[in-house]
């Protein structure tokens, strides 16, 4: 297809206007959308630092000190305008043991020690190997991320101030029931409906911003009594203190936190380049992983130092970021520092804003991060790709994205290489000379190496066989290592075999090992990365 699924999620779900490159005019009118959208963000990221707080066993303040640090460092330095970072759910799930067993300073310098490693990761420019994710399990992650952040919200219909930790999320407490719920519901319905008529009306205030100002104003203003911002946690404190995380520098301290630091910074990295691309299908932009990955370690490091959890890209509050305007760095600064405001000024205002609305923003986000699309092509494509869709997406439930990403990217790799190991085979023809020849079809790499070696009757092919590799490909040593087998065995039974249409990485190898490789003009020429088996002499045996 000449436009990507992705790439029609993306137009369908934001509209066409989106599909524009990010403007770098920061005018009157730009910077407006910029300060609203970053104030929408700022309203949302509250509830969900505070929540995934609770889930790694920290007080509310050490969440929502991660999401301001993470958040204004990411947004100054990170590879893509439009993204938001901050405190998630998916390291806070891995933190809570951690903290269970050690305590909160073994968290934070192990949240120093995983920004390190992911700085690591930017100036070594692995970030590009994100490229190396398959569409299909672009679609499972954000099929699944929709599933994981709609689930997220339902802890929200219970009764406040019963919540216990757990480490699978926020626990405990009774459902809502009664006008109680469907009180709630309403909220979040009459939310929804306001963010969906806004942009019919007018596009001078984000659709999600109307959002919540008009159920907070109807809630406040009523005095309807429902869940609000103020019953999941007094969220008012001060500037971040900088702080060195008092643990032992020891050995044993590194052996404690070094497994927690690699995880965290496998997930926060794979979290982040996914939602790198996500956020660039739709604004039209490209590159910067590596700037990314640079900028997640040092906000992860500083944020380590000042009692933070550490952070990562959120999907959810990017995709609230890019729908409501934010195109540029303005609008993750903004939220950063409206979202410091709230600690430091504005907790009483803050904590008065029902949670419904929040929910109800939330609950659009899931429907314009779902890739509706994909449902309906799952019986259009081949069945490999649309498993791997769903693979993807239940593991992402019931596991972790990063888990989900390598589970997804193993399983189109291996149906990958399974896919192109069945199509080797070869003609054959007899020379009026009597040589027979094989013309061989279709890559030999490690996959298909034991089949090209069942292609060959040596028993009772004539003297002279020809090999002729004019329509494959000789991918790795393991193929190399086939030829050389076939060779050895048409050597043994006293007959001349000839290799043709071989690269010359290949008549480099295949000469010094003493065969009969035919040159010719029209000999192919690819690169054949089997270096190592040159040096260590696993060639020339025979």
């Known amino acids: 297809m000449a436009q990507s699924l992705m790439s029609r999620f993306a137009t369908r779900v934001k509209g066409a206007d989106l599909r524009l490159a990010p403007t770098t005019d920061l005018g009157p009118a730009r910077l407006r959308i910029e300060v609203l959208s970053g104030l929408t963000v700022a309203l949302a990221l509250v509830p969900e630092a505070v929540a995934f707080a609770f889930v790694a066993g920290v007080h509310p303040l050490v969440g929502l000190y991660a999401a301001f640090l993470v958040g204004l460092i ?7 305008p439009g993204m938001i ?12 043991a951690l903290v269970a067993q050690h305590g909160v300073e073994y968290l934070f310098a192990t949240v120093v020690l995983m920004g390190v490693l992911q700085v690591f990761v930017g100036v070594m420019h692995w970030g590009k190997f994100i490229r190396l994710v398959p569409h299909p399990v672009m679609l499972g992650f954000v099929n699944g991320l929709a599933i994981v952040i709609f689930l997220a919200q339902l802890t929200q219909f219970k009764v406040p101030g019963t919540a216990e930790v757990s480490g699978h999320g926020t626990a405990g407490g009774e459902w809502l029931s009664g006008m109680q719920l469907w009180t709630m519901l309403g909220l ?4 929804m409906a306001v963010i969906w008529l806004m942009p019919r009306i007018t596009r001078i205030i984000p659709a999600p911003l109307a959002g919540i100002a008009v159920v907070a104003a109807v809630v406040i203003g009523f005095g309807i009594d429902v869940p609000r911002v103020g019953d999941m946690a007094d969220i008012k404190g001060g500037l971040p203190p900088f702080h060195i ?10 052996q404690i936190i070094l497994p927690y630091a690699v995880i965290l910074a496998a997930i926060g990295l794979i979290e982040s380049l996914l939602t790198l691309n996500l956020v660039g299908e739709m604004t039209g932009q490209r590159g910067g992983a590596s700037q990314e990955c640079i900028a997640q370690g040092t906000a992860n490091v500083v944020t380590g130092f000042f009692g933070g959890m550490g952070g990562c890209a959120m999907i959810g509050q ?5 729908k409501s305007g934010g195109r540029t760095r303005v609008a993750g600064i903004v ?8 600690i430091l000024f504005a907790s009483p205002v803050i904590e008065l804003i029902p949670l419904a609305a929040l929910v109800g923003v939330m609950f659009m986000v899931v429907i314009g991060t779902f890739a509706w699309n994909s449902v309906r092509i799952l019986t259009r494509v081949p069945r490999i790709d649309a498993f791997v869709i769903l693979l993807v997406t239940v593991v992402t439930v019931w596991h972790d994205l990063a888990v989900a990403v390598v589970v997804g990217v193993i399983v189109s790799a291996l149906a990958y290489a399974w896919g ?5 085979h070869a003609s054959t023809r007899v020379t009026p000379e009597g040589a027979k020849v094989y013309a061989v079809q279709g890559p030999l790499f490690f996959g298909s190496s034991e089949g090209f070696t069942e292609l060959f009757d040596i028993a009772n092919d004539p003297q002279m066989v020809i090999v002729d590799f004019a329509d494959s490909r000789v991918a790795d040593q393991s193929a190399l290592q086939a030829i050389e087998a076939v060779a050895a065995k048409y050597e043994a039974a006293g007959k001349t075999l000839q290799l043709r249409h071989l690269s010359r990485d290949c008549h480099r190898l295949l000469k010094r090992a003493g065969h009969l490789v035919v040159d010719a003009d029209d000999d192919p020429d690819y690169g ?13 045996s025979h």
């Open 74 to 80: 990411t947004a100054v330095l990170g590879g893509r």
């Open 85 to 96: 970072s901050g405190a998630t759910g998916a390291l806070a799930v891995v933190m809570v």
């Open 188 to 191: 979040v319905a009459l939310t």
């Open 245 to 254: 995380p008092a643990v032992p520098l020891t050995f044993e301290t590194l």
């Open 318 to 322: 990017s995709m609230i970021n890019v």
């Open 335 to 342: 939220a950063a520092l409206f979202l410091l405001s709230f």
């Open 420 to 424: 192109n190991a069945t199509r080797i």
């Open 528 to 540: 054949l990365a089997v270096d190592y088996s040159v040096r260590t002499g696993i060639l020339g």
